[in-house]
């Protein structure tokens, strides 16, 4: 799930470039794909509540080939956005069914949450490297959704046999029959808008803004998008040896300041070292927010996944609006609105975590 959805930020240059795009359209592809996830992790909740997790797992691996392959035969836009619309649907119905096993069976254990949130880093990690070796062998970004589809396909098969034997407590079955608070529920949701927007975004379009922007080769702008998911990686798993043992809440509050100080950091720098060590900060500060919200989450959404969906949603949601939003003003006010926009919605993360920290 981590290769399929970072690697839009990987390759979106080079499908700009091909078809000849506007930064507004390259946003577009990316809203396209974030609000099929968003309108289908919604959808996917209900469905676990009606049919299982495992049907609409196998369901949504599927849809991951499929999208994936169709991708690979593109020729004409309309395809690319047909495409990213099924892999928004197979994202949104995966994430949302793996995120409520997870968050349920471990009743909303941090550990738990950061390492499968970290298995996510970990594809978002190899991705860019991956594209960077194809791209030295002559291959395109095609091929490298090819190779995805490839990766997809075993996922699907591996679905098909996976025992889920998963009941869940009295009391949560009880909690599923009542839909939870509104306020602290609108707090969460909000909290992951502007996370997952902000996070959507950068890795979206960090890969343009330091090529085409500050003017830096394409070998840096891939080693920095992959800095970015492996610096993710190592705060996941650190958060998740020490979840147990730190105020949930706080520590979302202090997390989303140091994100927007050093994204502040990197848009005032064009110094390669200062870039490298403000995408390492972004990285580390990214990399507890939502698992830690998540699991902070889990006493009012356990056992429904209808109101873990309406969480998630809130994500999804972000990540739809918000790498299209700045795409359309970058193009009226060059690529570092990009970065500008992206700094207002950490603001915005950084006023609900601290909202979520004192109640």
Known sequence: ???????????????????????ENGGLILAFFSGSY???????????????????????NGLYVTGSTLLFFASQ???????????????GFCNTTINILVNDSSHGDA????????????????????????LKVGLDWKALMLFLA???????????????EFVIDEKDVH??????????????????????????????WIVSYLITGLEKGPVFAQNMLSILWLTIIIG?????????????????????????LSMLLFIM??????????VMSIGLSFSGIYPLTMAHANSIIRGSGMATALVISGGGLGSTIVPYLSGRIADGFGTVAIIGTILVTLTFMFVFSWLNARK
């Not at 290769?3 to 930064?23: A, C, D, H, N």
């Not at 836009?77 to 994202?91: A, E, F, P, Q």
């Not at 490839?150 to 889920?164: G, N, Q």
């Not at 798993?237 to 509050?253: D, E, H, L, P």
């Open 1 to 23: 799930m981590g290769m399929i959805v970072v690697s839009f930020g990987s390759i979106m240059p080079y499908i700009r470039t091909e078809f000849k795009l506007s930064f």
């Open 269 to 278: 720098t064009k110094n390669e070292w200062v870039i490298f060590l403000s």
């Open 38 to 60: 968003l309108i289908n992790g919604i959808l996917g909740g209900w469905l676990v509540d009606k049919v299982g997790k495992k049907v609409i797992l196998v369901i949504g």
């Open 175 to 204: 909690s599923n029959k009542r839909f939870p608070n509104p306020k602290p529920l609108l707090i969460y949701i909000a909290i992951l808008f502007f996370y997952v927007g902000s996070e959507s975004a950068f890795s979206g």
């Open 77 to 91: 836009v309309w395809i690319i956005y047909v495409s990213v619309v099924i892999l928004g649907i197979g994202w």
């Open 111 to 134: 550990k738990a949450m950061s390492l499968l949130h970290m298995s996510f880093g970990i594809g978002a990690f190899f991705v860019p490297l991956i594209f960077s070796v194809f």
């Open 236 to 260: 996941r798993y650190s958060i998740g040896q020490i979840g147990t043992r730190i105020n949930k809440a706080q520590f979302v509050m202090f997390a989303s300041g140091i994100a927007l």
């Open 150 to 164: 490839l990766l997809a396909f075993i996922a699907f098969v591996l679905s098909l046999f996976m025992k889920i």
